[in-house]
């Protein structure tokens, strides 16, 4: 069966008519479409928020799925509009740096501008390429329409990408930074963590240490723990409290990890 | 292909079990029916926000949409319940104004008042027509129910209209001003200027002029900017920030715009 | 018809990844089914929050539909996560009192642990069970799938509830308390009025007096109200105004009703 579903990443919010427009657009377009937000709720026009964001959702849609995202503060200046095919997905964004982390993870197969004024609605807002020119070309996927249909192939190679941070490992401790924090106050680090791995480690982040553990309630209310977070990450939370809050960290904070070695 | 969309433009928020509560009802009525939020966020009883709102959105979807507002602070009251066919799609709302600036661009060609109780919930709460009324009379017209059997026809002049700001021409200079203020701060004015025009003009706003631009990047960061909106009237916005915090302005605020003389 | 529909309500809020990487999880194993949003802004970890607003809406929806709770303070942890029959539709949730206020309603047929990895994505994060575990449970379900699959059967007595304040009735006056406020300011109280009776008693809270009536108008702008809500419970308005700013009060105020004798 084929997916024919568009989910939406974009800083446009929930209260203006900017969602709904570009909804009724695609629709449009391909009456059949589903549309999953992912979220409208990206601080205006941060780009690396959107690029994390994204990336902890993409993954877990079908086959074929259209990813389009649109925060997009250059709109209608000369900065690129793609189209890309990457892992099995496709995205569908201003090529300003919102696919970073997914770019990252899976290399994109094929990329194309999107330059064919075809697909478009009529005489686009200069301030409005979501509704005019993105939605149509999700859509146009979506529904089963060709990628090289939406442009001229471009070298993947080229794509923007936001500076990702690394973490470094030096002897036993690999030292990152909060690059997320979410709405509980979970501090999401850079750190990833193996899955099913048997990990031992202390943890340390504006002076305090901790030890590993499995889940949030494997301390008492109200303390921190570290764990790893459901995208795989080291992640600092807070047993029915805000690690953010007490920590008073943010994104760019450092962390230490030192694996433990069994002995 | 009938497009069976409803849309939803209400004050309810997005916390409570108000919404769920509407679509279930709509659901119960038509399953087959889709339906897409435009926003939920009107704040509580502000019937003109909705009428900017809904006007912003509604065009953008396919021939056939029902587009429902509930901002009702009348409800149970002696307010009027109406529904209309206006443009290409149909309307279901309180008769309290929320429909001013789609009656103001489409005139209807067909209102009823919503009066016939049997197509409505049994023992309808006074104080949700939303879930049991208007919910299930937007269900019968998306699954292709007649408008006829929601009640009957009324002249559609009885409608009850906002105020809706005129723009002034005096000599070569137009007198508007702001009506909505978007998640972005950016101002909208209700100076409609027109597509594809060539357009050049000095913009007044609380002692700031500038000259009208294309779209935001036309200025460096952090300054304003003057451009035609998404919606086709003129704007005044801040690249990377926020107008109206810049200018402390708001709905209601005076603008002029000088047409240049080509010379 | 099959319903096919899953209702959520979480306190994942809007703003992070979660709410869309359980949607795709859904969708990846139940490509049909149509989800509909209850909540995502549930405050994190209130269960009793979750309880009330699930009932508001469950309701409403169609029979074999699929409500999906995942307020989960304990994810991880010893609790249970159970799937049960409770009137006309299906609840998937931690056992953790989320159900409280629906299994007060509709004492429910059959109930189920969530036991058979069989359904559950693979290597499930102990930080993420609605994505991992719950929702592929619900796309399961949904989809047509037996309740008897999710795991072995379990009486539903043992099912945690919450302490559910029930009013008290001396001589012809009612003591309960405010359980919910919602984003208007209204005060929802534990006291069920009957749909349809005429009513007629005094309501005190805070020290103020007022007679029932039928809806918000019913009163001028600015003044407080009590009447039936949409849920058939006692409830303080103020027209056009927060009846929770205007009072002071929030959940846990106690509220008297004074049943009028008719003479």
Same mark, same amino acid.
């Given at each position: 069966? *084929?997916?024919?579903?568009?989910?939406?990443?974009?800083?446009?919010?929930?209260?203006?008519?900017?969602?709904?427009?570009?909804?009724?657009?695609?629709?449009?377009?391909?009456?059949?479409?589903?549309?999953?937000?992912?979220?409208?709720?990206?601080?205006?026009?941060?780009?690396?928020? !959107?690029?994390?964001?994204?990336?902890?959702?993409?993954?877990?849609?079908?086959?074929?799925?259209?990813?389009?995202?649109?925060?997009?503060?250059?709109?209608?200046?000369?900065?690129?509009?793609?189209?890309?095919?990457?892992?099995?997905?496709?995205?569908?964004?201003?090529? *300003?740096?919102?696919?970073? !982390?997914?770019?990252?993870?899976?290399?994109?197969?094929?990329?194309?501008?999107?330059?064919?004024?075809?697909?478009?609605?009529?005489?686009?807002?200069?301030?409005?390429?979501?509704?005019?020119?993105?939605?149509?070309?999700?859509?146009?996927?979506?529904?089963?329409?060709?990628?090289?249909?939406?442009?001229?192939?471009?070298?993947?190679?080229?794509?923007?990408?936001?500076?990702?941070?690394?973490?470094?490992?030096?002897?036993?401790?690999?030292?990152?930074?909060?690059?997320?924090?979410?709405?509980?106050? *979970?501090?999401?680090? *850079?750190?990833?963590?193996?899955?099913? !791995?048997?990990?031992?480690?202390?943890?340390?982040?504006?002076?305090?240490?901790?030890?590993?553990?499995?889940?949030?309630?494997?301390?008492?209310?109200?303390?921190?723990?570290?764990?790893?977070?459901?995208?795989?990450?080291?992640?600092?939370?807070?047993?029915?409290?805000?690690?953010?809050?007490?920590?008073?960290?943010? !994104?760019?904070?450092?962390?230490?990890?030192?694996?433990?070695?069994?002995?």
């Amino acid at each position: 069966m *084929n997916a024919k579903l568009i989910t939406l990443t974009t800083d446009f919010g929930l209260r203006d008519a900017y969602v709904a427009a570009m909804k009724g657009a695609i629709l449009s377009r391909a009456p059949e479409v589903r549309i999953v937000d992912v979220t409208h709720e990206i601080p205006p026009g941060e780009t690396a928020s !959107a690029a994390y964001v994204l990336r902890q959702a993409a993954g877990f849609f079908p086959t074929g799925t259209v990813h389009l995202v649109v925060v997009d503060p250059g709109v209608g200046s000369e900065r690129r509009a793609i189209a890309c095919e990457c892992g099995p997905h496709l995205y569908v964004a201003p090529d *300003n740096g919102v696919l970073t !982390a997914v770019l990252h993870a899976n290399p994109p197969v094929r990329t194309h501008l999107i330059s064919r004024h075809e697909l478009w609605r009529k005489e686009p807002s200069p301030v409005f390429h979501g509704r005019d020119i993105f939605g149509p070309v999700a859509a146009h996927l979506a529904s089963g329409g060709r990628l090289d249909d939406v442009g001229e192939a471009i070298d993947p190679d080229t794509l923007l990408r936001l500076p990702w941070p690394e973490p470094r490992l030096e002897g036993d401790e690999w030292t990152g930074a909060v690059i997320y924090v979410d709405r509980f106050g *979970n501090l999401v680090t *850079n750190l990833p963590l193996e899955a099913g !791995a048997v990990l031992a480690g202390t943890v340390e982040i504006g002076g305090r240490c901790f030890t590993l553990a499995r889940t949030y309630s494997d301390v008492r209310k109200g303390e921190l723990v570290a764990l790893r977070g459901s995208s795989g990450l080291l992640e600092i939370a807070c047993n029915g409290g805000s690690a953010a809050g007490v920590l008073g960290a943010s !994104a760019g904070h450092v962390v230490t990890f030192r694996v433990h070695r069994r002995s």
